[in-house]
């Protein structure tokens, strides 16, 4: 059923991104505590630094995940060999170019590139063998809940990183729901998935 098939899909993106963002943004902001307590103050600040740009790659690291799995189900897994040599080969020419000039900046930056690399190749695919991801549409109101995060966190830590925090995330939910990410077949598809 390669309709149902889409939906779903679809609705796995969506939740994994509508978890990875808001993730992202509070390592973003906990960056310089977390490196300072797990590795110690020698690794400030660019620890920090290194840790606020890789955790970017996550939400394009989630899609691809899901949609690697995705391109099995159809029977498309001999693609998955030539998106990842595509993949591969971008990152060691990007990290041979960059990371003499810009160290470590480069090797996070290139991790998100890479991601979008594969994910790219990965989307042909699903474009190609089942129908096209339709981005805009999914992902809009997730980016404009996710802004008005990162703004009211950046406001709020400046009084408190922990009050920031809060007013980010207590905003970055209601945007969800005020915006209305999940529409009413996919609220009843998770209300049927979760426990009563």
Not at 77 to 100: D, E, G, K, S, W
């Given at each position: 059923?390669?309709?149902?098939?889409?939906r779903?899909?679809?609705?796995?993106?969506?939740?994994l991104?509508?978890v990875?963002?808001?993730?992202?943004?509070?390592i973003?902001?906990?960056?310089?505590?977390?490196?300072?307590?797990l590795?110690?103050?020698?690794?400030?600040?660019?620890g920090?630094?290194?840790?606020?740009?890789?955790?970017?790659?996550?939400?394009f690291?989630?899609i691809?995940?899901?949609?690697?799995?995705?391109l099995?189900?159809?029977?498309?897994q001999r693609?998955l060999?030539?998106?990842?040599?595509?993949?591969?080969?971008?990152?060691?020419?990007?990290?041979?170019?960059?990371?003499?000039?810009?160290?470590?900046?480069?090797?996070?930056?290139?991790?998100?590139?890479?991601?979008?690399?594969?994910?790219?190749?990965?989307?042909w695919?699903?474009?190609?063998?089942?129908?096209?991801?339709p981005?805009?549409?999914?992902?809009?109101?997730?980016g404009?809940?996710?802004l008005?995060?990162?703004?009211?966190?950046?406001?709020?830590a400046?009084?408190?990183?922990?009050?920031?925090l809060?007013?980010?995330?207590s905003?970055?939910?209601?945007?969800?729901?005020?915006?209305?990410?999940?529409?009413?077949?996919?609220?009843?598809l998770l209300?049927?998935?979760?426990?009563?």
């Amino acid at each position: 059923d390669r309709p149902a098939l889409t939906r779903t899909y679809h609705l796995a993106i969506k939740l994994l991104v509508t978890v990875a963002l808001p993730l992202a943004v509070v390592i973003t902001f906990l960056a310089a505590p977390l490196v300072g307590l797990l590795g110690g103050r020698e690794f400030l600040p660019d620890g920090a630094l290194a840790l606020q740009l890789v955790i970017w790659s996550i939400p394009f690291g989630w899609i691809n995940s899901v949609t690697n799995y995705l391109l099995v189900a159809i029977g498309q897994q001999r693609v998955l060999t030539r998106a990842f040599v595509i993949a591969v080969t971008f990152n060691i020419v990007i990290n041979a170019m960059l990371i003499p000039l810009y160290g470590f900046r480069a090797a996070a930056i290139s991790t998100i590139l890479s991601e979008i690399v594969i994910g790219a190749a990965f989307q042909w695919y699903v474009f190609r063998h089942l129908s096209p991801t339709p981005w805009r549409r999914l992902f809009w109101r997730l980016g404009a809940a996710t802004l008005l995060m990162v703004a009211a966190t950046w406001l709020g830590a400046r009084l408190h990183l922990l009050l920031g925090l809060m007013l980010g995330g207590s905003l970055y939910l209601a945007a969800t729901i005020f915006l209305g990410v999940f529409a009413a077949p996919e609220r009843k598809l998770l209300a049927e998935l979760l426990p009563a």
